[in-house]
């Protein structure tokens, strides 16, 4: 039976990494996680094929990532200064963050939030989670919830229920978005009960559902992840999608392009696409700004309206997001 790669061993059996020794402190850094059906995809393009690239290189620990530069921080969006209970971030009026977990389907090599993710973290106990309903229904300016992490739905189906429920239980909250890869990386994980009970929040409770899908290139994208992006479309989700310019993933118009096709294909509305924040180790797949809102005026112009996602800055400071294009 097919099974996760969770370590540099699994990685270098595979023959995905050439040696484990150089890469030893990479992974004390941020460990390593690729699933079935994630290590299908990498298998189905040849080693020379730009696909392959791309996947290998958001997932599989790299050298480059030992390189620190003073810039880089630890908390580089500034979550910590606008969370006034565990796992909540509240920086706008109408809407806040709740991260659920910390864990992931997959870790991303680029992530913006390495230093809290992964066994570093865990999920909210009860008593946060409590503590979170507490501060919302309090605050009556919320009508959005954003459930991120980490991935929400690396959380059981009860479990994850459990806590949407609960918020749509909340009057004044009215839109639930779920941040995820896992309907792409890991389509199996949606099953029609959840699909059946996020329509039920819409039909009973009167609250939108958003799925957020974090993807970054076309080769992401398997037949099996649009049956689950399907199943959630029958079911009266709204998609959007959130995606990262990377360096030697997605920084060329061809590549953009695609994603952004790939994606309204799906039935996706391509929303964000972030310029790096400044995490650890990641300045080798920085775009320099004018590059990226180069690339981002190309696809303007060149393709339709609908394919052309806001490219957002996070200012480090915690102050929120800029629109650069
Ligand atoms: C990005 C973000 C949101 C969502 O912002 P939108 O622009 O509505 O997508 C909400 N809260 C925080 C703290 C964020 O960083
Ligand atoms: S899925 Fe999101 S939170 Fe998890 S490692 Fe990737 S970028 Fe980070």
């Not at 402190?25 to 730009?50: C, H, R, W, Y």
């Not at 605050?139 to 009860?158: A, K, Q, Y």
């Not at 037949?223 to 709204?238: F, G, P, S, T, Y």
């Amino acid at each position: 039976m097919k099974r996760y790669w969770t370590n540099l061993s699994d990685l270098q059996a595979a023959g995905m990494i050439e040696s484990i020794e150089p890469l030893a402190e990479v992974e004390k850094n941020f460990q390593t996680k690729i699933g079935p059906p994630l290590q299908a995809q990498i298998a189905s393009f040849s080693e020379d094929d730009a696909a392959y690239r791309a996947l290998t290189r958001q997932f599989i620990p790299a050298i480059e990532e030992k390189t620190i530069l003073p810039r880089e921080l630890d908390d580089p969006i500034g979550d910590h200064r606008h969370s006034p209970v565990e796992g909540v971030v509240h920086r706008y009026p109408d809407r806040a963050l709740l991260k659920v977990t910390q864990l992931c389907e997959v870790y991303c090599r680029f992530c913006f939030r390495k230093e809290m993710i992964g066994h570093k973290g865990e999920n909210l106990s009860q008593v946060e989670l409590d503590a979170a309903y507490r501060y919302f229904e309090s605050h009556p300016e919320v009508r959005e919830v954003i459930l991120t992490g980490g991935d929400p739905m690396i959380l059981s189906n009860r479990r994850l229920m459990t806590i949407t429920r609960r918020l749509a239980e909340i009057p004044h909250i009215k839109v639930i978005r779920i941040h995820t890869r896992i309907p792409i990386l890991n389509p199996e994980r949606v099953d029609r009960e959840f699909a059946e009970f996020l329509k039920s929040l819409r039909t009973e409770k009167g609250v939108q559902i958003l799925v957020v899908i974090h993807a970054n290139h076309a080769a992401e994208f398997s037949e099996a992840a649009r049956e689950a992006i399907n199943c959630l479309l029958d079911h009266r989700v709204m998609l959007i999608s959130q995606s990262v310019m990377l360096k030697g993933v997605n920084d060329n118009f061809k590549a953009l392009s695609e994603l952004m096709y790939t994606l309204v294909d799906f039935g996706i509305k391509p929303y964000y696409l972030h310029q790096m924040d400044l995490a650890r180790g990641t300045s080798h797949f920085v775009v320099e700004e004018p590059r990226a809102i180069a690339l981002i005026h190309e696809l303007r112009e060149k393709v339709s309206g609908i394919c052309v996602p806001h490219l957002i800055q996070e200012i480090p400071a915690g102050e929120g997001k800029k629109a650069l294009y």
